[in-house]
């Protein structure tokens, strides 16, 4: 392994000084800082049991509680609607009253009866308020990513189950406290991982299964989202689909790392059963230098918090690469500054067959030894034929609900039948922590110079047994 020189070391920043227990000022030799970065991979003394297929008992309708109606929480208010009478929104909660009125209004223009549904609004803890009542048992976490963690083990503190967007965690103390509260308190915990549930993603997937990609060896997967303008935002009005409090660009400003990880990696991890025979063992990551961000920041108004910023943390492209236990390799990138057409990248390989996203492309070594792009009669053959059985089923119904073209109604679907039959969700808390630990992960290895950083084992060895995934069962 190569190690640093002594200099880089002192370049830390705070956050990573802090990590590695090493106090401002003192040098450290190299061995010392492996040493420290092994402290990773340590595992806390359980709070309870695995909660790997976890069950409880069916619960139906589910009634929901959401924290958080923005951009994003104010579209599911629409989809859990879509899933009445199985699913009841009883209480929703922003911190702005505005986002409460709308998400109300929509309410009522939905159909199905409601019963009155309870509003929290005006502080920042409002929410605690709402995940106290005994009349909700599942909370939907739907506000800036910093924020999960916190709120998905308040909510299974007071006894209820969670679900929250992505990323569910954004350091490692974070996601430790997510699995050991949900294994103390038999919570379900799941992560929005809603691109798992892609038509294009579920299609390869069953093709992995069924034996077409042969053994798989690699993957390259990202978020590439043209989002400078947007991230600069400041206005609230609803309209113009800012955030918060520019809580996204915040982030640019403190962090250089992966800091959306999971739409890129979590089909990834399950073409790879990841947490079902395999493992993410190890991660390099590279930031290139940031440009766009500063250079953007003149052109806001004067009065934006981030008006003329001359340096953001964040590089424009952050580059990661993941081993895994069985040696596969996975690049993982991050760019939502650079002009470029929307990607996620979907590149799979396997020994018999090559799979590439935006658009998508298939080879297969039985059809010219895999040098040229199945023709479109084809690649449409492949379609039709190994269209995963979710989609057979749901297509009509999904596309009619919408959400990202009908896969975030597919993602709620699931969670709300899986919880109406008492069945295991289709991703664990294991899952959501695996997927959302390369924003920590990634930052260190970044800010000590590109060192390898190992993965902890958040299943304590469980990952190990060869499970079926969620979305093969109960179909
Ligand atoms: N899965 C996806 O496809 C997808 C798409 C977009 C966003 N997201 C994720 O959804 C989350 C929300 O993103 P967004 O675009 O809606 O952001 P947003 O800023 O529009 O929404 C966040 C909401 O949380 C509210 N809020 C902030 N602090 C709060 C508190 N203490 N109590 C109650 N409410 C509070 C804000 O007022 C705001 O309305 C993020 O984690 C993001 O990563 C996921």
Redesign the pocket.
């Known amino acids: 392994m190569k190690r640093q020189n002594r200099r880089d070391f002192i370049k830390l920043s705070a956050m990573s000084a802090g990590f590695l227990g090493l106090s401002a000022g003192k040098l450290y030799g190299a061995d010392h800082v492996m040493e420290k970065l092994d402290l990773l991979t340590k595992v806390p003394k359980p709070q309870g049991r695995s909660v790997m297929e976890l069950q409880v008992a069916p619960i139906k309708p589910v009634r929901i509680g959401i ?9 599911h208010v629409a989809t859990i609607q879509a899933l009445a009478p199985d699913a009841q929104i009883v209480a929703i ?4 009253e505005s ?1 409460v009125k709308r998400a109300m209004d929509l309410l009522e223009s939905l159909e199905h009866k409601k019963p009155k549904v309870a509003t ?2 005006g ?5 605690k308020e709402m995940v106290k009542r005994d009349d909700i048992d599942l909370v939907v ?5 910093p ?2 963690a916190a ?1 998905a083990i308040y909510a299974m503190q007071q006894g209820k189950h969670v679900v ?4 569910i965690a954004f350091t490692l103390d974070e996601c430790w406290g997510l699995v050991n509260t949900a294994e103390e308190t038999q919570r379900h915990c799941m992560m ?4 798992s549930y892609g038509e294009e993603e579920l299609w390869i997937l069953n093709m992995v299964r069924e034996g077409v990609f042969g053994t798989l060896t690699f993957a390259e997967a990202g978020y590439l989202h043209h989002l400078l303008e947007k991230l600069f935002i400041s206005s609230d009005d ?1 309209k113009l ?5 520019q ?2 660009l915040r982030l640019h400003a403190e962090y250089n790392a992966n800091l ?1 990880p ?2 890129g990696l979590g089909p990834v991890a399950n073409y790879m059963k990841v947490g079902r025979g395999d493992r993410f063992e190890q991660l390099v990551s590279m930031s290139s230098l940031e440009a766009s961000l500063h250079e953007y920041s003149p052109k806001s108004p004067p009065e934006n918090a981030f008006y003329d910023v001359k340096k953001f943390a964040h590089g424009d492209l952050n580059s990661s690469m993941i081993r895994t236990n069985k040696g596969r390799m996975i690049i993982l990138k991050h760019d939502v500054v650079s002009p470029r057409p929307y990607s996620r990248i979907n590149a799979l390989a396997g020994t018999q067959a090559y799979h590439e996203g935006y658009p998508s492309r298939l080879a297969l070594y039985s059809e010219d030894r895999g040098e040229k792009w199945l023709d479109e009669k084809k690649y449409q053959e492949m379609r039709d034929k190994y269209e995963h059985p979710l989609w057979v089923k749901m297509k009509k119904e999904a596309v009619k609900n919408g959400g ?1 073209g009908g ?2 109604y597919l ?1 709620f679907y699931r969670l709300i039948q899986n919880l109406n039959h008492g069945y295991p969700m289709d991703m664990d808390v294991y899952d959501g922590v695996n997927w959302s630990v390369i924003v920590p992960l990634s930052r260190v290895s970044v800010e000590l110079g590109s060192v390898p950083v190992k993965f902890p084992d958040f299943t304590r060895g469980n990952w190990k047994q060869d499970r079926e995934l969620g979305v093969y069962k109960n179909i």
């Open positions: 924290i958080g109606v923005g951009n994003r929480g104010y579209g909660c922003d911190i702005r986002r929290y609004t502080s920042e803890d409002a929410w976490v739907v506000t800036p990513a924020d999960h709120m929250s967007e992505v990323p929005l991982e809603n691109v609803p689909h800012g955030y918060y409090k809580w996204r959306y999971t739409h990202h896969i975030d993602e």
